[in-house]
């Protein structure tokens, strides 16, 4: 289904700030990270924050050269955000607070005058085995433009090991490149039932390795996540819901915004200047 195009009023505070250069890196590493204090009390009510970024935060790996040339032509897009539950919006408001409704109401911003679909193929408690078994029907039957893939969490709040997940991976990049889409891959949320598990810089770091060796793009949802904690010093209630894990209308909006901001960087980028970002600290 194709998310609705518009706002939860009142859930994005703030304007978003760009910035024009960036420096060249190395591919960035994952440290062990040690879980913070928890949430506040339930209940409690986070100030107001401003959803404040920049495009260091937020770049891709990776340019979209399909999205950029159907950009250029004005052709109808479609995108598919596979995932479980943070892709779903559990968490959210409503479906319409969930991260796929307010990227298609982004992006309609970005670029008015051309059709972009959005669609939320998002199932609560999916792992990667799951999503691979329902990725032809929900997926590629769709014939998507560009693929946002986010997983990782519910494997590391199960215990999963992690080496497994990498023949998974490249199975799935596999058949999702044969058909033409771009591919973004999104790590797990920084949150404290996550930071709980001994497994989660083995796991960030697997698909940071994966993305670069299968050459599609990342965003790194752990790192700016991590950046709003250690850095803005917002507290955990600013972004994640009483029950320690999942996301909410504020952090859903700002990670639309953050991926709108990076596939309009990325589709507009050359092919041969695909440069790494630092890490978020």
């Given amino acids: 289904m194709h998310c609705q195009n518009f706002w939860h009023r009142g859930a994005l505070l703030g304007a978003v700030a760009t910035a024009a250069l960036i420096a060249l890196t ?14 506040t009390s339930p209940g409690a009510i986070a100030p107001p924050a401003a959803c404040a970024l920049t495009l260091e935060q937020v770049r891709f790996d990776r340019p979209l050269p399909r999205i950029g040339r159907l950009l250029a032509s004005g052709k109808p897009i479609k995108i598919v955000a596979l995932g479980s539950s943070s892709t779903y919006g559990a968490g959210a408001s409503s479906s319409a607070a969930s991260y796929p409704s307010r990227l298609a109401e982004d992006l309609a911003r970005r670029f008015p005058g051309t059709d972009i679909a959005v669609l939320n193929r998002g199932v609560n408690g ?14 590629i039957a769709e014939k998507p433009d560009l693929v946002l893939w986010q997983l990782g969490t519910n494997s590391l709040l199960r215990d999963k090991a992690v080496p497994p997940h990498a023949s998974l991976l490249h199975e799935g990049l596999a058949r999702l490149k044969a058909t033409g889409a771009d591919v973004v891959l999104i790590d797990p949320q920084y949150a404290p039932r996550v930071l709980a598990k001994p497994n989660v810089g083995g796991m960030v770091s697997l698909i940071a390795a994966t993305a670069k060796g299968e050459h599609v793009g990342l965003f790194h949802r752990f790192d700016l996540m991590r950046h709003w904690y250690e850095t803005e010093h917002l507290p955990f209630d600013t972004f994640i819901s009483a029950d320690g894990l999942h996301m909410n209308d504020w952090s859903y909006a700002c990670l639309a915004n953050a991926l709108g901001m990076a596939i309009a960087e990325a589709a507009s980028r050359p092919t041969a200047t695909a440069i790494r970002t630092q890490p978020v600290r």
Avoid: F, I, K, S
């Fill in 26 to 39: 190395p591919a960035r590493a994952q440290t062990p990270v040690a879980a913070p204090a928890a949430l």
């Fill in 126 to 139: 999916d792992e990667v085995a799951g999503m691979l078994a329902r990725l032809d029907t929900a997926v």
